[in-house]
């Protein structure tokens, strides 16, 4: 099934796409001429559907997402699944702020670049394990405050640094992995560098190969060097709260 969004108010659509979904008679929805509608995919909970949206959806696309996947062909701006609890995104193109903020479950994959503060406050719940993979760099505070899942930046054009400063600032769980080198001096408060071991690398594997089939990608990343960074304490600030 088709929609043309031209000219569409946010709520318009949004009511039509849940209609659309909660029948669960049309698998898969095609949403032409997107231009910055706002919340596509809220609260979602069709594990079947899949929306296929053309051009740029605007802030919190797949915020609370409970299912269904949503494939953005282009660029998508902040906000990207805003405490998603399980589904998939895919985005052919970059994505810009707050990625993922508070995510607890699902996959969020991105062709190229993100903006600051991607992935903050994650957290894994029982079953639920996040993952977030960005095909270019991040900007600052990558994983700030993050308490789990995963996040990877695969940094395909070799840059210089791959990530921005005060990446990891407060981290107490989960994980972040980045091809190449990460300067100490990028780090945030409570972060600590590492080298995967054998159960990261199977976890790299996994994500590495739905990345590469998501985008069509023929390039071999597992061979080359990852970086990873995880908390030094699950409470990296704990002493702030000691009285002597």
């Not at 032409?32 to 919190?60: C, E, F, S, W």
């Not at 107490?172 to 100490?184: D, P, Q, T, W």
């Amino acid at each position: 099934m088709q929609i043309d969004a031209k000219g569409l108010h946010y709520k318009e659509l949004n009511k039509k796409l849940k209609e659309l979904v909660s029948s669960g008679e049309i698998k898969e929805i095609d949403v032409m001429n997107i231009n910055g509608q706002r919340y596509i995919g809220t609260g979602l909970r069709n594990n079947k559907a899949t929306i296929i949206l053309h051009g740029v959806p605007g802030n919190d696309l797949a915020a609370f997402m409970n299912g269904a996947s949503i494939f953005v062909m282009g660029n998508a701006e902040d906000g990207v699944g805003n405490t998603m609890n399980a589904g998939l995104v895919v985005i052919y193109g970059d994505a810009r702020d707050v990625v993922g903020y508070s995510m607890r479950g699902g996959k969020i994959f991105i062709k190229d670049d993100v903006g600051y503060r991607t992935g903050i406050h994650m957290k894994a719940y029982m079953d639920r394990f996040p993952s977030i993979m960005v095909g270019g760099k991040a900007g600052d505070f990558l994983g700030e405050y993050m308490a789990g899942g995963v996040i990877i930046i695969l940094n395909r054009n070799y840059e210089e640094f791959p990530v921005g400063n005060f990446t990891a600032t407060g981290i107490h769980g989960g994980l972040i992995f980045v091809r190449g080198k990460v300067s100490e001096s990028s780090l945030g408060i409570g972060a600590e560098l590492d080298v995967p071991n054998e159960e990261d690398k199977r976890l790299l594997s996994k994500l590495i190969s739905e990345y590469n089939f998501y985008f069509q990608v023929k390039e071999n990343f597992e061979n080359l060097e990852f970086t990873k960074i995880h908390c030094k304490s699950h409470r990296p600030f704990g002493k702030l709260y000691v009285l002597e």
